[in-house]
Structure formats: C-alpha cells, structure tokens
C-alpha cells in the first residue's frame, strides 16, 4: 500500500480540460457533438472557401490569382515572371508556391485546359491531354492577363461588388468578379469538396451569349436552338443526344458522350489522332491499346507512338496490311478512351449555399446577380455626378457675382475666416465653400464661367437619366444585352468540338460465333460443374464425384445457353456454357468458386438455366416467408457476369426454385407441419432483394425447412395439406405421408 501511495504522490491527477495527457480522463461525448465541433467546420471551409465555384464562374484561389495580377497592372503591361506572380499572390492566398502556380497553370494558354484562357503565357505550361507532359518551374515562365480579363474587372472600382479582407486583414480582395458574361457557362471548371463535388462543362463563348440574350427577352426560350452542345477545347466530337441534353439543360446533371477526332493515310497505311476528349489523355489511350494488344483483341496494329509536338497532338496508329481503318477506330472507340463520357454535375455556390441547377437556373441567377452590379455602377455613377453637380451649383452661385466674393476674401482677416465668411456672404455649404477658395485666380474669366454653366446642366441631364435607368429594370436588362454582344463580337471563337447526331455513328458489334450443339449440364452438392456431350454420356454414363459429394442438379441444354449460379453470399454469377470446356463423366469438372472468381468461402446453392427469362425464381426463408421474383429482373443490357443483392438477406435460405409456369408446392417446417399451396397466391415482384410474403405461419421455436413441388412429395392425400390462402399453419405430418426417402436440402 506504501509503494501505491508513493505512486499516487508522483503523479498527481491533472484536472486540466485543455491538456489531453497520459492520465486524461475518459470524456464522453456524443457522435454528433463530435461532428458538429470537429468535422462540419472543416467541411463547409472546404465547400465554401475552397472546391466549389461561385456565380462569377471562379473558386477562391482563381479569384486571387487573377486580382493580384490586376493589382499589378498585367491586364495592360508586359508580362512578368510567374514567380513574381505567385509570390505576390501570397499576400491573399495562404498556400504555398506550388499550390499558387498550379493554378496559374491551369488558367493558362499554354495548358489549354480552358476556351478562353485568362493567363497570357510563355514559356512551358504543359498540356491538359497529358499526364506526363509537366510544367516547367515558376522561374522560368512568363505571364500576363489575357485580353478577355478587361470583362473581368470592368467597373470594379465602381462599387460593382462586395471587397471583403484577406486571411489576415491587411488587405482588401474582392468577393466576386464582375464578369460582363456568364463565365460560369464558358469556362470548364471542377472541384471535389466534403460529400459533394462539381463538374462543369464549358460552352461555347458566341453560344452562351447568345443563349443569354435570348433568356434576358424571354425567360421561357428553348435553350437547345443557342446552346448547341457543350464545347471543349480539345476538339473531339460530340456525339449529340437530344433529351441527354435536355436533362442537363433542366437538372445540371447527366452526361456528354465525346470521342476523338481522326484521318487515314492511305498512303503511308495509317491512322493519325489529332484531337482527343477532354477527360483523358493520351497516356491513358496508349496504355489501353497497349493492353489490348497484348490480350490479343486488338491484332491489326503492328505500331503506335505519340508524335505530339510544337503543332499540337498526333497519335500514330501503324497499320497491318488489308485493315479497315473505320473497323478498327470503331473497336477502339468502344474499347479505349478515344470515346468517354463527360460527367455533369452544375454544382455552385449561391450566397454560400451549394446548389445544384439547370443551365436555366444558372441563368437565372446570373442575370440576377449581373442586374445587381449594373445598378450599383450606375448608382456609384451617379452619385459622383450628383457630388459633382452640387459643387459647380456653389461655384455658380459665386461665378454670378465674382467681384463680391473677391471682396469677401480680400476682407477676411484670417485665413481659417475664408470659408465661413463665403457660406454666409452666398448661402452655400462647406464643401461648396472649399470648393470654391480652392479655385485659381485664372480660373476667374469669362470662358471658365460659360463652361461650368453649360457643364451643370449637362450633369443635370446625365443624373436625371442614370435615375431613369435606375427606375426601369428594361434599361439595365439592356445595357446587360449591350454588354454581351459587345463581348461575342471581340472573343467569340468557332466551335473546337464538332457536332454529330447518334444515328451518323456506327457502333461497333463483336462477331462472335459460337458452336451450338447438344449438351448436358451437372452441378454437384459441392459447387463441381461439368459440361458433357451426348456422345461422351453414351460411352460413359456414371458421373464421378469427390468422396461424400454427390449429385444436386442436372439438365439437358445447348451449348450456345446462358447459365446462373446463385450463392449463399446473395450473389448470382451469370456465364454461357460456351465458356466452359467439354469434359467427361469421368472428371471432376470446374470448381465453380474457383473458375467464376467467388469470394472467399462463397459457394453455389442453386443453378438456373434462364432462356428466355420467362418465369419466376422462388425463394423460400428461415422465417416463413417466400419471395417470387421475375426472371427478367436477372436479365442485364451489358456483359456483367456478377450481380449482388441478387434475393434477400434478412432471414437464411432454405431453397431456391425457378418456375416457368404456377404450379401447387410444399413447404416444410420443423415442427414438422406441410403446407401445400398454389404459386399463383403470390405476387410477383421485379425488385430482386424483396423480402418477400409469409407463406408459413410458424411457432416459437420451429422454422421453415424445405420446398419442392408438390407431385414430388409422395404424399397421397395432399387435400389435407393445401391452403386457399396465405399464410397458413399447414397441416402435421402424418405418418402414412412421412417418406423416409424424402428429397434432400440440395435435390
């Protein structure tokens, strides 16, 4: 006890809430506290602050980036190390260089990852069509603003947006940029933030401008007679789908298919790639065909290189002698990246809040955001007119009789006099009087005096307009129109993604043939397959099996059929028999967890040939319940051979049947009670994890034990046993009917 008191005395307990130590207390705390303090505040910095764009089309690391450039004069002057840039950038963004110069990179023009890149470049910017092609370092680039970047930060210094302070407080950056078009249409953007993303696609310049236009006169427009398509500045094609774009165009989400752009030289017998979609590279397409070759799928390409240079990108495809090259593009186009999928997700930031919508919605709230800006300039205009027009009323009131206020000054003793002397001798406030003590002595002659009158009743005018548009929301929409069609005719570009309709495009489709012949099909209780013909049974009928395996399932089929294997895991593995080899009755056959690839310990507990899938699959549970599930509901579009969640795991399978067509079963419990029923008193469902109805109506202790069809019962008297309604108890089981030679769990 002694030595446990000294302990106690070296290490005293610390009550320290702020210390976490060695001796810290257990502190209880609910999940959701811990969340709320920990995790939320690191979620939303990162949906706000960092991963999602705003209106302005821009996340908060491009914003910065692009202001200090214009902070330091970039949109006009020459241009200047990127290092300088990013340095400089510092004083806003809390990141390090790396991070900074990224960005640059991927506004440039030299990456090419955008329509209209902001960043003027020179020097080595990389490529956005490849992985393996990196940017030179900070030092040794150049950079400027792009000419675009004027619409950027028009009116920016006319209180057009909020200014709100950087990380640190010692400076001033806007919150967003007064874009004078829908950037967030035109530029391509992503981000990947805290339980959400987004991907925006970019749309041609002319395109949205024009749709934009067409909005502001009338919001009910059909946005697919401007707005084309999306467009990439990679080039490709986009493979046109009316209603995939319609959905886009409503939702903000859906997808683009796009596939690249190619010539044949007959001459030289191969094929050159020359554009490429947006969302791959062309590591990643050498890299596919190089697997295919490999495989064995692709065998009519003796060559391919990459001979992407100063004049842009070329994938060189040699060819093998007698190819057709639209055959082969056809095959790679299905089987590589040179044809993908362009995600969209419009996800953006509306008054901190992420929202996802349509091109319509975005549309909506440009306009409404842009209206905005165009009644703060017009009020920040006026304003200074209205400061203006206040001092020249005062000038003019003393310009009227100059020799008085002459006298007034030359009078006034002291100089601090000046100004109040001149308020009352003429009845004018202190800003008027300063104004006008400040005017130069030869400023004081007819000429000056005949101009500020004629310029009082010009600003006169000029206000009482600016209050006119102020007052009218139909002038402001069009000075916003005015805007844009000056902005289509200086940036607008051609398309660099063609347009081509579904119908224009030949899919490729696999020739296979496959040798169709009699066969017959057997499933052991242990999961051994084997695939026999007719010929091979004659000669040698008896099946051979591992000791204690036996048989659990047979049929007679074709070897052109479709097979299913349903496990214990759930999971249904779907083959052709084709993919199997012939054997004989003498081996053991493929072990079907092996050969399909199942999970560990997973083994097979049912085998359907489906056909044409019609019918049911039933599937009978520990608690009673049964669930019939149509067959068409295993039935897949693409070539998947493994389907989870293929019946319902609340409760252990008892047995799985496949009917085509209702007929009577019974069903088995513990107790022992039978239940004889018609399959036509249960619903089919499409849905395959359906938990399905009761059947039996089971007591404490019992469960269900088995199913078969009723003729293969052996019962006489099956009157006793059948139900007209589910669910039923059933009947016990008598003796007379009690057959020792009772089908097993697995015949």
Known sequence: MKKNEKKEQTAPHRNNPNVLGLRADVVEQRITDTLETNYMPYAMSVIVSRAIPEIDGFKPSHRKLLYTMYKMGLLNGARTKSANIVGQTMRLNPHGDAAIYDTMVRLSKGYGALLHPFVDSKGNFGKVYSRDMAWAASRYTEAKLSAICAELFRDIDSDTVDFIDNYDNTMKEPALLPTTFPNILVSANQGIAVGMASQLCGFNLGEVCDTTIAYLKNPDCDLTETLLAPDFPTGGEVICDVDALREIYSTGRGGVKVRARWRYDKKENLIEVYEIPYTTTTEAIMDKVAELIKAGKVREITDMRDETDLNGLKLTIDLKRGTDPDKLMQKLMKSTTLQDTMSCNFNVLIAGMPRVMGVRELLDEWCAWRTECVRRRVYFVMSKKKDKLHLLKGLKRILLDIDKAIKIIRETEAEADVVPNLMIGFGIDQVQAEYVAEIKLRNINKEYILKRVEETSILQDEIEDLEDILARPARVKKIIVTELEDVRKKYAEPRRTGIVYGHEVEEYTEETTVDDYAVSVFLSR??????????????????????????????????????????????????????????????????????????????????????????????????????????????????????????SDKSPLRKALCLREDCELAVYSTEPRVLVFSTALLGSKTTRATQGVAVLTLKKKFTLDYACPAEATGIANLARYRARSLPAVGALLKAEDSDEKQISLMD
């Open 526 to 647: 242990e999961g051994y397959f084997k695939k026999i013909t007719p010929a091979s049974l004659r000669m040698n009928a008896e099946q051979k099996y591992k000791e204690g395996d036996a048989l659990a399932q047979s049929f007679e089929t074709s070897n052109a059929a479709e097979v299913m294997f349903f496990t214990d895991r759930c999971q249904v593995y779907k083959s052709r028999l084709s993919d199997f080899d012939d054997t004989k009755a003498s081996a053991l056959g493929d072990y079907l967890p092996a050969r399909l690839g199942m999970d560990e310990g997973e083994s097979v507990v049912y085998m359907v040939l489906p056909g044409d899938y019609r019918g049911w699959m039933l599937f009978f549970f520990e608690n009673g319940k049964a669930a019939k599930v149509e067959l068409s509901a295993y039935r897949t579009t693409s070539n998947r051979r493994k389907l989870t969640g293929a019946y």
